[in-house]
């Protein structure tokens, strides 16, 4: 494996760089035309469409939308059933992140002012969310926990999970994350359609007001274009870290740590920037022996040749720029002096910081949310959090006084607006 190394003292880094870290979420037109012609499908013949659909892409036959509906016994039943080992993890990773959610919640506000006028801010839940899951052999309980949980603690009402179970495959982890999650409602239905009917609804199906959780291209395009009758969390790109380091943490630690992104896919992003040249060479041997011994060696090989760098940078200062200009999904301070640093970083997804800090722990049991602005989106985005199933709506009672000192100053503007309407509107509460 070779590894890409950089220095930002030589001339064409800014380049580089860009070259490096650009990502564009290129939409296929075959996948989007594809996903245009299956939402619109949904639309014309709802239920119909469902059951044909999941027989045709999942080979299950299906005739009514009752037999995609998986029962709260059986939700229950595969908590029961897991291994005790992981419905302890799963049970502690859930409480971790309720109880790191429940600071989140927003509340509501007002205040009066000397005539009797009453401003606020008026905080309500989303009434339905859906929340997609990556189904088949594939096991994201992880991704339930992280996307339920803060819709749960926001007040949400009814959350409806979908999972595609490809040839009736069910995977136990799962459900048992959907039930210890509250999740109201599971269906086994996947892909564009799946999408389409949380947007639109169907006779079986109510329609929700934002659908979040990930998916593949298909469930990625089908977000993108139902976005505006619903909301949505984001559309994510591949999975990055970035870790800025001193030496001080064992190399062995960094490399494993880089290892940890690189293996979710080819087009995943790992980045190290440390000032001491020797460290980066530990850190690159370290690699060397350690890709061996990974399962998915082949997906970390091509993910670090085709997308990984190892950075030297002047100094620390330096390195917490670049790692700005670039606002990566996952961020580690592995320094000795974290804590000092901490105030430099502006952009990033989640900050993990000190030598035990592994982005590994975020991912799963920490607490706070692992669904993180990627590709950049960290300069104005933020993670999933409790803020995401809430609403603000302003709250505006204007008292007899008010409204006559308030009508004039409204008066003028709505003239100078060219809109009557508005004027006279307020000129009748003078």
């Given amino acids: 494996m070779k590894l890409r190394k950089l220095n930002s003292a030589e001339v064409g880094f800014d380049d580089a760089l860009d070259a490096l870290t650009r990502y564009e979420a290129a939409q296929d037109a075959t996948i989007d035309q594809s996903v245009r012609t299956i939402i619109e499908r949904v639309r014309r013949e709802g239920d119909a469409a469902l059951c044909a659909l999941t027989t045709q892409f999942d080979g299950m036959p299906v005739s009514n939308v009752a037999q995609l509906d998986i029962g709260q016994e059986e939700l229950a039943r595969a908590l029961r059933e897991i291994p005790a080992a992981q419905a302890h993890a799963l049970r502690t990773a859930a409480e971790r992140i309720q109880r790191y959610h429940a600071h989140q919640r ?37 991704s339930v926990l992280m996307n339920a949980i803060p819709a749960k603690v926001a007040g949400v009402r009814e959350l409806i999970m979908v999972s595609p179970t490809p040839r009736g495959e069910r995977n136990a982890l799962v459900l048992a994350a959907a039930a210890l999650a509250g999740v109201d409602r599971v269906l086994t239905i996947g892909g564009a359609q799946a999408v389409a009917a949380l947007a639109y609804g169907t006779n079986s199906i109510p329609r929700v007001d934002k659908i979040v959780g990930p998916g593949n291209a298909y469930v990625a395009a089908a977000k993108r274009q139902v976005f505006g009758v619903v909301g949505i969390d984001m559309i994510a790109g591949p999975s990055e ?27 995943a992003q790992s980045i190290l920037l440390c000032p001491d040249a020797a460290y980066i060479d530990a850190v690159a041997l370290s690699m060397q022996r350690l890709l061996p011994s990974m399962p998915r060696a082949t997906v970390i090989a091509a993910s670090l040749q085709h997308r990984g760098a190892l950075i030297q940078t002047r ?14 999904e996952h961020l580690e301070l592995a320094i000795a002096q974290p804590n000092d640093w901490l105030a430099q970083i502006h952009h990033a997804g989640a900050v993990f910081v000190g030598r035990y800090s592994s982005e590994s722990l975020g991912d799963y049991c920490a607490g706070p949310n692992h669904v993180l602005p990627t590709a950049g989106t960290a300069r104005f985005s933020s993670p999933l959090g409790v803020y995401d199933f809430q609403k603000r709506s302003s709250l505006i009672q204007i008292s007899e006084a008010g409204a006559r000192t308030l ?12 809109l009557q309407a508005h004027a006279r509107s307020a000129e009748y509460r003078q």
């Fill in 315 to 328: 100094d620390l200062a330096e390195a917490c720029a670049i790692s700005n200009r670039i606002a990566p």
């Fill in 241 to 267: 870290i970035l870790v800025i380091a001193d030496g001080s943490v064992p190399a062995e630690w960094v490399a494993m740590d880089l290892f940890s992104q690189a293996e979710h896919d080819e087009i």
């Fill in 106 to 142: 927003l509340q509501s506000w007002q205040y009066a002012e000397a005539d009797g006028t009453v401003l606020g801010q008026r905080i309500s839940a989303l009434d339905r969310v859906g929340l997609y899951v990556p189904g088949g052999k594939a096991a994201y309980p992880s």
């Fill in 407 to 418: 009508g004039p100053i409204a008066v003028t503007l709505a003239e100078g607006e060219g």
